[in-house]
């Protein structure tokens, strides 16, 4: 069963930057549309941004807008999230999420069916 590996997290200052990674376990799967989530104590889960198979549609949720990017590299099975300007609202485990089913860049969870095991980002102020 291919995995989805979490990397980058931490405890960084308000206005600081932040690069999570995500990469496949497995060199021969190929992840489709790819997403981040979060979610913070005591709240839902929610959607952050994501990125289709090629790249050319990316969604990001209104509260990050301007501030992260989503970016992949297929021959590396990876995804990446830059959190430029973090906030302490930011502070939440983050997960990343592949679909197995060809879909554009969602924001519903649903969507997605790989998960990874989750990457605690602390945002102080």
Sequence with gaps: QVQLLESGGGVVQ???????????????????????FRQAPGKE???????????????????????FTISRE????????LMNSAKPED????YCATAQTPINASGSSGSYDIWGQGIQVTVSS
């Design 14 to 36: 308000a206005g600081d930057s932040l690069r999570l990674s995500c990469a496949a376990s497995e060199r021969s799967f190929t992840p489709l549309a790819m997403a981040w």
């Design 45 to 67: 889960i929610e959607s952050v941004a994501a990125i289709s198979f090629t790249g050319a549609n990316k969604y990001f949720a209104d509260s990050v807008k301007g501030r």
């Design 91 to 94: 502070t939440a485990i983050y």
């Design 74 to 81: 297929n021959d590396k099975k990876t995804m990446v999230l």
